[in-house]
């Protein structure tokens, strides 16, 4: 997968655009979105445009992880990520990118 985050933050659409390359470099370039909330509940980002193109950077692997599980999953929708998409079902461990933020946010 790809190895550098290419992303632009969204103010229309309180988003972080980001490209994956699921095939690699040189397959097709996928672009696809994660929401300000999931940003900022998720991997913790506090502030503005910056803050949130920093949390996309710092946790790229494991957005890019799941941007690529929704792709093979539906490739013909667009990718959106949102919360849910971070968060485990009732009863499960918590998924491995939203426990990461979380212990880290804790004193």
Do not use: W
Not at 8 to 24: H, K, L, N, Q, S
Not at 32 to 59: H, K
């Amino acid at each position: 997968m790809t190895t550098t985050c290419e992303a632009v933050y969204c103010f229309d659409r309180a988003t972080v655009r980001f490209a994956m390359y699921p095939e690699g470099l040189e397959g097709p370039r996928v672009l696809a979105e994660i929401s300000e909330d999931a940003l900022r509940d998720v991997f913790g980002a506090r502030d503005g445009p910056d803050s949130l193109l920093e949390a996309c950077e710092a946790n790229f692997d494991a957005i890019e992880k799941v941007a690529a599980q929704r792709r093979r999953r539906r490739p013909e929708a667009p990718i959106e990520l949102e919360i849910m998409d971070f968060s485990a079902p009732p009863g499960a461990a918590p998924a491995e990118p939203g426990a990461q933020a979380r212990n880290a946010q804790r004193p």
